[in-house]
């Protein structure tokens, strides 16, 4: 992923020597390009300059890998500031007039992606509530669900006995979901009566998790009945994700970074499934 970093003057000092550092999170790795360099997580570029008053550098290309990351919503939220600069007498000028040039992240207003201070480069100071327009983040918008499937009945099992299984859904990216549409594809060994939300008939049966919700797990317990039967995989139980929106109402499922929300289970490869190991 390409991010774009500019520096502006907005002083009456010709500036050289600009020193940029940017804070690397853990959703990505870097490898040096384009003048960068350091790692793994604080890498620098020197900006030679001069920068006259009133102009910007253009845009600074960096370029970070995505990873998969499962730490929370701001893994990748990848900030910069900058840190060190002179005027053309090769004097170090640490008197900027609202913010503080260094290369601590955790003394500037903790700006998020997409605030109103996002890319706002008239910020007022450096104080605790108002931004400082040296540093500044930038975030891609990761759409990414999971799905686990559990057997919490202990076996062995038999014939007319009810079995509860816990479904899992995590949210592994930085959008929020919400109208979480779960299907589970009940096969011939079982029969099932609605329970904890779950509607439709077997085959096909639907839960929908109402509330969004960050990065977090969220259980849902599924009850069915074991019943005799000569079909293959008749205890093989598959349940998948099927869509889900934005807290705004808009589907965002097909945007998902690594998979395909829908009601077809023979599309996932080698999907999430359970299967009762041991019937007497």
Same mark, same amino acid.
């Given at each position: 992923?390409?991010?774009?970093? !500019?520096?502006?003057?907005?002083?009456?000092?010709?500036?050289?020597?600009?020193?940029?550092?940017?804070?690397?999170?853990?959703?990505?790795? #870097?490898?040096?390009? =384009?003048?960068?360099?350091?790692?793994?997580?604080?890498?620098?570029?020197?900006?030679?300059? %001069?920068?006259?008053? +009133?102009?910007?550098?253009?845009?600074?290309?960096?370029?970070?890998?995505?990873?998969?990351?499962?730490?929370?919503?701001?893994?990748?939220?990848?900030?910069?500031?900058?840190?060190?600069?002179?005027?053309?007498?090769?004097?170090?000028? @640490?008197?900027?007039?609202?913010?503080?040039?260094?290369?601590?992240?955790? @003394?500037?207003?903790?700006?998020?992606?997409?605030?109103?201070?996002? =890319?706002?480069?008239? &910020?007022?100071?450096? @104080?605790?509530?108002?931004?400082?327009?040296?540093?500044?983040?930038?975030?891609?918008? /990761?759409?990414?669900?999971?799905?686990?499937? !559990?057997?919490?009945?202990?076996?062995?099992?038999?014939? +007319?006995?009810?079995?509860? #299984?816990?479904?899992?859904?995590?949210?592994?990216?930085? !959008?929020?979901? $919400?109208?979480?549409?779960?299907?589970?594809?009940?096969?011939? &060994?079982?029969?099932?009566? %609605?329970?904890?939300?779950?509607?439709?008939?077997?085959?096909?049966?639907?839960?929908?998790?109402?509330?969004?919700?960050?990065?977090?797990?969220?259980?849902?317990?599924?009850?069915?009945?074991?019943?005799?039967?000569?079909?293959? =995989?008749?205890?093989? @139980?598959? $349940? !998948? /994700?099927?869509?889900?929106?934005?807290?705004?109402?808009?589907?965002? &499922?097909?945007?998902?970074?690594?998979?395909?929300?829908?009601?077809?289970?023979?599309?996932?490869?080698?999907?999430?499934?359970?299967?009762?190991?041991? /019937?007497?």
């Amino acid at each position: 992923m390409t991010f774009n970093i !500019e520096v502006f003057n907005q002083g009456n000092v010709t500036a050289q020597n600009i020193v940029v550092s940017d804070y690397i999170p853990s959703g990505y790795t #870097f490898a040096a390009n =384009n003048g960068w360099t350091g790692g793994p997580s604080v890498i620098t570029q020197t900006i030679a300059g %001069p920068l006259a008053p +009133g102009t910007s550098t253009g845009p600074l290309p960096l370029v970070l890998t995505l990873v998969m990351d499962v730490t929370g919503d701001d893994a990748w939220d990848n900030y910069a500031e900058v840190s060190a600069a002179q005027d053309t007498q090769g004097n170090n000028r @640490n008197d900027d007039a609202d913010s503080v040039a260094d290369n601590n992240p955790a @003394n500037d207003n903790p700006v998020q992606p997409g605030d109103p201070n996002d =890319n706002n480069i008239l &910020g007022g100071g450096s @104080n605790a509530s108002e931004d400082e327009d040296d540093h500044d983040p930038a975030a891609p918008r /990761i759409v990414d669900l999971a799905l686990i499937k !559990e057997i919490v009945t202990p076996g062995p099992y038999s014939y +007319g006995q009810n079995v509860t #299984f816990r479904i899992t859904v995590q949210n592994q990216g930085n !959008e929020t979901a $919400a109208t979480i549409v779960v299907s589970d594809y009940v096969p011939a &060994g079982y029969t099932f009566a %609605p329970n904890n939300g779950w509607g439709g008939s077997a085959p096909l049966i639907t839960n929908t998790i109402p509330d969004h919700w960050l990065p977090a797990h969220l259980p849902v317990d599924l009850v069915l009945t074991v019943q005799p039967s000569a079909a293959a =995989n008749a205890w093989l @139980n598959v $349940a !998948e /994700i099927s869509l889900f929106n934005d807290t705004a109402g808009n589907a965002i &499922g097909m945007f998902d970074i690594d998979s395909d929300p829908d009601q077809n289970p023979t599309n996932d490869g080698e999907v999430w499934q359970t299967a009762l190991q041991t /019937i007497i």
